[in-house]
Nanobody, 116 residues
């Protein structure tokens, strides 16, 4: 079983920055990829950014150039640095871990609100 604990959400003004963290714990798992998804009110959950164990990155077009995903393998932790935030980035952000057995685990979500 894998547990994911997210942190770092909050309220920020447009143009501001936030850094989200997601720490994975548990036993007997190997990570294939970790990533961030978000869900705004009334909308479907969407991919924000993913990083594989091999270092391959994938970003949603809407966040390219503004968000950076990174990973600390020793700590089983993934980060999402979000710069130049816009009101449309407002959403609940969820961390997802996919194991090498292709099983997915989700965090509980952290709220990000971009507003003046």
């Amino acid at each position: 079983q894998v547990q994911l604990v997210e942190s770092g959400g909050g309220l920020v003004q447009p143009g501001g920055s936030l850094r989200l963290s997601c720490a994975a714990s548990g036993s007997a798992f190997s990570i294939y990829a970790m990533g961030w998804y978000r869900q705004a009110p009334g909308k479907q959950r969407e991919l924000v950014a993913v990083i594989t164990s091999g270092g391959r990155l994938n970003y949603a077009d809407s966040v390219k150039g503004r968000f950076t995903i990174s990973r600390d393998n020793a700590k089983n932790t993934v980060y999402l640095q979000m710069n130049s935030l816009k009101p449309e980035d407002t959403a609940d952000y969820y961390c997802k871990l996919r194991t090498t057995r292709l099983k997915d685990y989700w965090g509980q979500g952290t709220q990000v609100t971009v507003s003046s």
